[in-house]
């Protein structure tokens, strides 16, 4: 069973992957210079009473400084209107209600957006149902219609303004934040959170919200010049707040513009620098963000447990089912199956994309990205029932029991939250240890699974680690509480070819020497061939053959299980030898073909196949459900590959 690779299992010294493209972030000289104009402006607004400027509304024919009309220059910098008053004056003055409308709002609006929106993407289900309608039908109201009847009722007043415009920005905020919620939601670290006990309340201030805070920010930047660019519009129709604004000064030079052109255009430049200064300020905030995010696509899981004993958990899953109830109809993901696995043996669960190997891990957890889903038969966990059990015991048992290490280790670690409070965290909820104390373990787990210079990493965020060292973390928080079980969901798939060997020989020497039971989901079977010591392969939602790993390569039964491994590369066959591949594609679990499942794409299949569901055949050691099982006494086996 063992893997042939030469890197030695968790030791310090392990030759560990290169150290991480960390993104240097620089934010460029556009966006500091967007920043100094915004900073001159929010000068300009607050000092605009001490600062030796004309009085904007002084008339230059009376006080014989500024001409009608006159031209910028060293009198006058931005020339004067058409009433003689010094347009700078005028310009500066300008700027306190655009930043004072645009600032409130902001901050009322985007408050407001942002709470619907997390609460909705959070809770999903009725209450994000609900809240969509709403948010489409407030997008879809003809805000003008609204603007020109509340301004007739209550006048045009700075607060009339700021509650109007406030309004009328929560359901761009809700709907913004909603999506982001959806996504980060699905995050294995809020799974974790959740397995940890924590409320849902809980996860909503100390998961999401830090996480939504940049990209938040970066759309309020965006969000504020478009309360400019209203209230500019609104002044040019007529309908102006009462005071001087921008916009109130374009409208008054317009009338002049093919003969005074600066008395217009001025203005406009001006509230055009500021629309763009914003604009890139929130660029460069969403860059900040993008990093993070573009990288981040994997993820983990935490666990943990107070055992006092060293009895490992094992896990017995029994005619499970789990449907996901969807618009387009309802997804048989998982069909009944059942498995179990010992301490101390890894199971691999195989199949193509599509097959149901997530969903099979995901139904012994509980955890979907779908609000709606069923699940019945049985999964039980060192003895837990994981259905039925009242739900403080379900959620003890996955913060204690179960470790789990995910595709993208990303995706999997809060990216806002320093590495050593996601290791350390799970260890003070479970086993009630001190931050000390749990300190010292997580350094010892980091040199574990071998991450050179623990203590630097500890300090470190997600983003500063290359994928092979965020695995890693991931596997050293999975295993923070000395689970009996791991679920690994294609744990290299996301990495780099040169580091992949090395975590699945880290991650299997680590199952073999603390006893613990594994289901390993892949689709590459030379990874189970090397890992495993018994496979269950999966098509359509079903197990179609179980067996020992070493039986199943030589004599593998089901039909489907003869075409995977024929698909697969073989080092022993002639260097130019062609893959066979599988004609066509899974069915979709909605409605899946009557009979075997994999009739339709079976070459060996007569009428009985379509019609007939085969029976389990074989024999507890090794089972197949297949009508004319494969008589291959030797199928040539995989071999790992190096180099795709
Ligand atoms: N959110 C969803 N909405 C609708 N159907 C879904 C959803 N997630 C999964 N499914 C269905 O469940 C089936 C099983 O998906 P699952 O992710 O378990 O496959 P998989 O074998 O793990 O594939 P992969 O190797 O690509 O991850 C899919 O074919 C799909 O039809």
Request: with cysteine; net charge neutral; glycine share 10%.
């Amino acid at each position: 069973m063992a893997a042939s690779t030469g890197t030695e299992i968790g030791s310090p010294g392990t030759p560990v992957d290169q150290r991480p493209k960390a993104p240097r972030r620089s934010l460029g000289v556009v966006f500091y210079l967007s920043a100094s104009w915004i900073a001159l402006l929010v000068f300009f607004a607050l000092f605009r009473d001490l600062l030796p400027l004309r009085d904007p509304e002084a008339l230059g024919i009376r006080t014989r400084e500024v001409m009608a009309f006159e031209g910028p220059g060293l009198n006058a910098w931005f020339g004067g209107d058409g009433s003689g008053r010094d347009l700078f004056a005028r310009v500066v003055q300008g700027a306190r209600p655009a930043l004072i409308l645009g600032l409130t709002v902001t901050i009322c609006g985007g408050l407001l957006g942002t709470m619907v929106g997390i609460t909705a993407g959070y809770l999903k289900g009725k209450v994000d149902a609900v809240t969509s309608i709403l948010i489409d039908i407030a997008l879809a109201f003809p805000g003008l219609v609204l603007l020109i009847a509340v301004r007739a009722t209550f006048g045009n007043s700075m607060t009339v303004f700021i509650v109007l415009f406030s309004l009328t920005s929560i359901p761009a905020y809700a709907r913004i934040v909603r999506g982001a919620t959806f996504a980060l939601a699905e995050r294995e670290f809020v799974d974790a959170a959740s397995g940890m006990g924590a409320t849902k309340r809980r996860i909503l201030v100390r998961e999401l919200a830090p996480n939504i805070a940049l990209p938040v920010l970066s759309f309020a930047f965006i969000g504020f010049a478009l309360v400019i660019v209203a209230e500019g519009g609104l002044a040019f129709i007529g309908l102006s707040l009462d005071q001087v604004t921008w916009g109130q000064l374009i409208a008054e030079g317009a009338g002049d513009i093919s003969n005074h052109g600066h008395v217009a255009l001025i203005p406009s430049t001006v509230m055009f620098l500021t629309i763009l200064a914003f604009n890139l300020v929130g660029d460069g905030l969403r860059s900040l963000w993008a990093p993070r995010e573009v990288a981040t696509q994997r993820r983990l899981r935490v666990a943990g447990e107070h055992r006092s004993s060293t009895t490992s958990a094992a896990l017995h899953v029994a005619d499970l089912h789990t449907t996901l109830h969807t618009p387009a109809g309802d997804v048989r993901a998982v069909d009944g199956v059942s498995l179990s696995v010992q301490p101390g043996e890894a199971l691999g669960v195989v199949g193509e994309s599509g097959s149901g190997k997530t969903m099979v891990l995901r139904s012994i957890v509980g955890a979907f990205a779908l609000a709606d889903v069923t699940r019945s038969g049985t999964v039980e966990v060192d003895g837990v029932d994981m259905l039925r059990s009242a739900p403080d015991e379900i959620k003890h048992a996955l913060g204690t029991k179960i470790g789990m290490v995910s595709q993208n280790p990303l995706t999997a670690l809060n990216p806002v939250r320093r590495i050593e409070t996601q290791i350390v965290e799970p260890m003070m909820v479970h086993r009630d240890m001190t931050r000390a104390a749990a300190r010292e373990r997580a350094l010892d787990l980091l040199r574990q699974v071998g991450i050179p210079a623990p203590e630097r990493r500890l300090r470190e965020y997600p983003h500063q680690l290359s994928g092979g060292m965020r695995q890693r973390v991931t596997i050293a928080i999975a295993l923070a509480n000395e689970p009996g079980l791991l679920l690994a969901d294609e744990p290299t798939t996301a990495l780099d070819v040169t580091v992949q060997d090395q975590i699945l020989t880290l991650l299997s020497g680590l199952q073999r020497e603390r006893n613990m039971a594994m289901v390993l989901v892949t689709h590459d079977l030379a990874v189970v061939k090397g890992f495993t010591d018994r496979v269950a392969i999966v098509y359509a939602g079903e197990v179609i053959e179980s067996g020992p790993t070493d039986e199943i390569f030589v004599d593998p039964k089901h039909r489907y299980t003869v075409a995977l491994m024929q698909s697969m590369p073989n080092l022993e066959l002639p260097s130019h030898s062609a893959l066979t591949t599988i004609e066509g594609r899974p069915p979709s679990l909605i409605d899946p073909p009557a009979g075997c499942r994999f009739s339709p794409r079976c070459s060996a299949a007569q009428d009985i196949c379509s019609t007939e569901a085969p029976v389990r055949s074989g024999d507890d050691h090794h089972w197949f459900r297949c009508h004319f099982p494969a008589d291959v006494t030797q199928v040539a086996a995989p071999t790992r590959r190096e180099d795709d």
